[in-house]
T-cell receptor, first 114, second 108 residues
Framework: EAGVTQFPSHSVIEKGQTVTLRCDPI?????LYWYRRVMGKEIKFLLH????????ESGMPNNRFLAERTGGTYSTLKVQPAELEDSGVYFC????????????FGSGTRLTVV | GQSLEQPSEVTAVEGAIVQMNCTYQ??????LSWYQQHDGGAPTFLSY??LDGLEETGRFSSFLSRSDSYGYLLLQELQMKDSASYFC?????????WGAGTKLIIKP
């Protein structure tokens, strides 16, 4: 079975620009999560989708971040406009149930804002 | 608030044993998970402890003491491929709360 796919794997953009990250979960996984790791720090939760609905978006840092999951398949995370502090690695994970053991993570998108 | 503390870096020799610690402060504790992440790769699930004691899976063992809010990951017969970052995490409201990770450096 294909894993969780994220792209791009790397993105370098200038402050003020817009970037859209994409996550393709494992087929059939209703739960999709976004996490972010700022360099050297802990991985932090951003939000959780169940199918196309946002179950929990308490971790979204501010309104410059917009996540969507149209049709309950792939998800996008848009940052507009990007700021320097948005740099980090953005991970996506999916699971069939809500048990943490069943999470499968993608390799992440490394975002650098200059 | 909820937090997990891990040493930032541990160095060990190939073939040796290494222990990586994690102390946590959380509400509604259910258990402690461990993940491995190679540079540029995806975090991958290693183990989970819900109860006190030691869980063993091959060369990897994980320990939990709920009374001490403490756990560790033990790697035996270290191999160069074990060089990676290791994260402890606790589930909370359908999300994971993570530590900052321990970078394991293995020397030949």
């Amino acid at each position: 079975e294909a894993g969780v796919t994220q792209f791009p794997s790397h993105s370098v953009i200038e402050k003020g620009q817009t970037v859209t990250l994409r996550c393709d979960p494992i087929s059939g996984h209703d739960n999709l999560y976004w996490y972010r790791r700022v360099m050297g720090k802990e991985i932090k939760f951003l939000l959780h989708f169940v199918k196309e609905s946002k179950q929990d978006e308490s971790g979204m840092p501010n309104n410059r971040f917009l996540a969507e999951r149209t049709g309950g398949t792939y998800s996008t995370l848009k940052v507009q406009p990007a700021e320097l502090e948005d740099s980090g690695v953005y991970f996506c994970a999916s699971s069939q149930g809500t048990g943490y053991r069943s999470y499968t993570f993608g390799s992440g998108t490394r975002l650098t804002v200059v | 608030g909820q937090s997990l503390e891990q040493p930032s870096e541990v160095t060990a020799v190939e073939g040796a044993i290494v222990q990586m610690n994690c102390t946590y402060q959380t509400s509604g504790f259910y258990g402690l998970s461990w993940y491995q992440q190679h540079d540029g790769g995806a975090p991958t699930f290693l183990s989970y402890n819900a109860l006190d004691g030691l869980e063993e899976t091959g060369r990897f063992s994980s320990f939990l003491s709920r009374s001490d809010s403490y756990g560790y990951l033990l790697l035996q017969e270290l191999q160069m491929k074990d060089s990676a970052s290791y994260f402890c995490a606790v589930p909370s409201n359908y999300q994971l709360i993570w530590g900052a990770g321990t970078k394991l450096i293995i020397k030949p």
